[in-house]
Structures are given as structure tokens and as C-alpha cells.
């Protein structure tokens, strides 16, 4: 079992819906991410909330919106997404900057 | 840019074959290497840290070396519950961190 836990674990929508995806990890990590991983490819950096503070990743789409409540969870908005976002949504932790990093199991995600 | 390279893509082994993935990279900065495990379905797992050259880490029927160019992954007389692809990442001193494609191995038994 994992110790970053993401809901949903399956998610379809329409390409007008607004969904959100949720993580939430109790490690103490001060450092959590998103990825993005499409079948037979490694997982690409989204993302970055280390202290609770967003670096971006200038190629995602504003479609995608990330928020940081506290540190122990991490939010992505999704809203108007398109056919290519079909992917495995993939969230991480790790205590800081240089240590490994912690995955969940992802949220798979359809796009219809 | 930093790049990882993984070699072989694919790797088909029978259970007590022992064999060796690699991981080649150029990063400004390394500080640090990580192997993944994934499953189907699953996030990538992890199995190690290495952070300078020379390094080497141990557990259970794996083994993980690094130089300055590259690390590997040992595997000695794998089981059929080895069968995963293993993931190579190298994190840059901007703190990125950059993966590798994979390398499918399957353990027959």
C-alpha cells in the first residue's frame, strides 16, 4: 500500500466538465508534484508545491489548475480538457528538494 | 537539457538469470539518481537513492551502481515477481527531476 493516496482511481468526462483530482499524503513531506504519464512513457513533471510554493511547468496548458491547500494535500482542477489529456495522472511527495520522491497509485483519466 | 537514456527497452529473462539494466545520463549538476519500480496500473515505486560516484545500494536481488556517466541495475537470479519496468531518474541542482523511458524486464518461470 502506498503512502500518497489519490482519488479517483478512474475518472471519465467531457471535454466541457470540471473535475478535480485529489492527493493527500501524512509523511510530513513539505514537497509535492504532479505528473503526467501516457501509456509506455515516463511520468513528465507538471507541477511543483515545495513549502507551498507552486513552480510551473510552462508547457502544461492552463486547463490544468493545481492548488495546495495545506501540505498535506494537493488538488488539480481540470476543466475544458481535450482528447490528448487521456492520460495517468500521477501524484508525488518527498521531505525535501533531494530525497526521492513518494508516488501514489494515479487517477486514470478519460477524456471522451 | 538533461537526458536519461535506459538500455535495453526490453528484457526477457528465465528465473534465475542473473543481467544488468542501464542507465546513461547528462545532467548539469547531478544531485542525485533514483530507480523506480512500475507495475501495471501503479505508480512507480521506490528502490533507490545514489548520489555520487562510487555509490552502490543493496536490496533484496537488486543491486544499484553509479559512475559519472551512467548507473546500473543489478539483478541477480530473478523470480518471476521481479517482472516490472524499472525506471532511471536523475534530479539536476535546479531540483528537476528527468526520467529515463524504462526497461520492461519479464521473469519466466
Known amino acids: 500500500d502506498t503512502e500518497v493516496t489519490q482519488t479517483p482511481k478512474h475518472l471519465v468526462m467531457g471535454m466541457t466538465n470540471k473535475k478535480s483530482l485529489k492527493c493527500e499524503q501524512h509523511?510530513?513531506?513539505?514537497?509535492m508534484y504532479w505528473y503526467k504519464q501516457k501509456a509506455k512513457k515516463p511520468p513528465e513533471l507538471m507541477f511543483v508545491?515545495?513549502?507551498?510554493?507552486?513552480?510551473i511547468n510552462e508547457s502544461v496548458p492552463s486547463r490544468f489548475s493545481p492548488e495546495c491547500p495545506n501540505s498535506s494535500l494537493l488538488n488539480l482542477h481540470l476543466h475544458a480538457l481535450q482528447p490528448e489529456d487521456s492520460a495517468l495522472y500521477l501524484c508525488a511527495s518527498s521531505q525535501l528538494d533531494n530525497q526521492p520522491q513518494h508516488f501514489g497509485d494515479g487517477t486514470r483519466l478519460s477524456i471522451l | 537539457e538533461d537526458q536519461v537514456t535506459q538500455s535495453p527497452e526490453a528484457l526477457r529473462l528465465q528465473e534465475g538469470e542473473s543481467s544488468s539494466l542501464n542507465c546513461s545520463y547528462t545532467?548539469?549538476?547531478?544531485?542525485?539518481l533514483f530507480w523506480y519500480r512500475q507495475d501495471p496500473g501503479k505508480g512507480p515505486e521506490f528502490l533507490f537513492t545514489l548520489y555520487s560516484a562510487g555509490e552502490e545500494k543493496e536490496k533484496e536481488r537488486l543491486k544499484a551502481t553509479l559512475t559519472k556517466k551512467e548507473s546500473f541495475l543489478h539483478i541477480t537470479a530473478p523470480k518471476p515477481e521481479d517482472s516490472a519496468t524499472y525506471l532511471c531518474?536523475?534530479?539536476?541542482?535546479?531540483?528537476?527531476?528527468?526520467f529515463g523511458a524504462g526497461t520492461t524486464v519479464t521473469v519466466r518461470a
Open positions: 509523511m510530513g513531506h513539505r514537497a
Open positions: 545532467v548539469s549538476g547531478l544531485r542525485g
Open positions: 508545491y515545495s513549502y507551498e510554493k507552486l513552480s
Open positions: 531518474a536523475v534530479q539536476n541542482d535546479d531540483y528537476k527531476l528527468s
